[in-house]
Nanobody, 122 residues
Framework: QVQLVESGGGLVQAGGSLRLSCAASGRAFSTYAMGWFRQAPGKEREFVASISRSGGITYYQDSVKGRFTISRDNAKNTVYLQMNSLKPEDTAAYYC???????????????WGQGTQVTVSS
């Protein structure tokens, strides 16, 4: 079992930045690939970014490439999502997830956090 707790969400103006954190407890954090997903009201949950167990391989949704950066610190059992140049369309609840391998599909992940809200005003 892995417990995931996100933090760092909030209200920011367009063009601003936020850094999301996801703290993990339970089984060895470094044995899991990690992903960030988001879900806006009335929309399906969508992939944002993922990172391999060691942190050496990352993937991004096209709309966030160059603006968002996923990273992890296995010594601190934490994964981060640095979000720069935020746009109103980035507004959503953001969720971190842990799974056996990196994937863009939510079904590939076994554990999920409760989410943190990001709101970007225009």
């Amino acid at each position: 079992q892995v417990q995931l707790v996100e933090s760092g969400g909030g209200l920011v103006q367009a063009g601003g930045s936020l850094r999301l954190s996801c703290a993990a407890s339970g089984r060895a954090f470094s044995t899991y690939a990690m992903g960030w997903f988001r879900q806006a009201p009335g929309k399906e949950r969508e992939f944002v970014a993922s990172i391999s167990r060691s942190g050496g391989i990352t993937y991004y949704q096209d709309s966030v490439k160059g603006r968002f950066t996923i990273s992890r610190d296995n010594a601190k059992n934490t994964v981060y999502l640095q979000m720069n140049s935020l746009k109103p369309e980035d507004t959503a609840a953001y969720y971190c997830a842990a799974g056996s391998y990196s994937s863009t599909q939510p079904s590939a992940y076994d554990y999920w956090g409760q989410g943190t809200q990001v709101t970007v005003s225009s």
